[in-house]
């Protein structure tokens, strides 16, 4: 079965600095989303991606968070300047189309020290 | 705002009972449910869509009442690997999903 693969699978950086986490989608799906989870706590939205934009993003989903597609392929999410309260898992997840459901990553979790 | 919210849990059960988790949304605009199962630390992985006439999936049933805008799961002959957290989510159309926080289930040798 087709599989949402998701790189790196943890990554450890340095509060201030800028990460990028990378999603390649299930190959004929055309909605990509963001979701985070922080630790005992709920999945929450980030952002959706169709046609080349964004197409609805969270409150969350500040200037400091970028979202592109730059080969087709990756679906990438970018922090700028990471802080502490960025520590979260982070599901990166796709879709067909209609009301298909949502397949999703294994995740990369996210520490800031 | 859009909230769903979920028996917190957890249950504690004995291999082969029976338990159903509920779920209620506060959007009537919401379409689509669906139950998501999530091992700890793992990513969310899709266990059902729930159809307004109920939909069976082996021993699992889930259920959906959209007067009274709840939704339901029912686990029979529980088994050890059932153990996880149980997510109820909505959305509509091509929304962005809407989760719980979850019902965690422990099944008990």
């Known amino acids: 079965e087709p599989e949402v693969t998701q790189t790196p699978s943890h990554q450890v950086t340095q509060m201030g600095q800028e990460v990028i986490l990378r999603c390649v989608p299930i190959?004929?799906?055309?909605?990509f989303y963001w979701y985070r989870q922080i630790l005992g706590q709920k999945v929450e939205f980030l952002v959706s991606?169709?046609?080349?934009?964004?197409?609805?993003k969270s409150e969350i989903f500040d200037d400091q968070f970028s979202v592109e597609r730059p080969d087709g392929s990756n679906f990438t999410l970018k922090i700028r300047s990471t802080k502490l309260e960025d520590s979260a898992m982070y599901f990166c997840?796709?879709?067909?189309?209609?009301?298909?459901?949502?397949?999703f990553g294994d995740g990369t979790r996210l520490s800031i020290l | 705002r859009k909230e769903v919210e979920q028996d917190p849990g957890p249950f504690n059960v004995p291999e082969g009972a029976t338990v159903a988790f509920n779920c209620t949304y506060s959007?009537?605009?919401?379409?689509?449910f669906f139950w998501y199962r999530q091992d700890c630390r793992k990513e969310p992985k899709l266990l059902m869509s729930?159809?307004?006439s109920g939909n069976e999936d082996g021993r699992f049933t889930a259920q959906l009442n959209r007067a009274s805008q709840y939704i339901s799961l029912l686990i029979r002959d529980s088994k050890l690997s059932d153990s996880a957290t149980y997510l109820c989510?909505?959305?509509?159309?091509?929304?962005?999903?809407?989760f719980g926080k979850g019902t965690r289930l422990s099944v008990i040798a």
């Open positions: 997840a796709t879709r067909w189309e209609g009301n298909q459901p949502q397949h």
């Open positions: 190959s004929n799906h055309l909605y």
């Open positions: 991606f169709y046609n080349n934009e964004i197409s609805e």
């Open positions: 959007n009537s605009a919401s379409q689509s």
């Open positions: 729930v159809y307004s």
């Open positions: 989510v909505w959305n509509s159309g091509n929304t962005p999903l809407v």
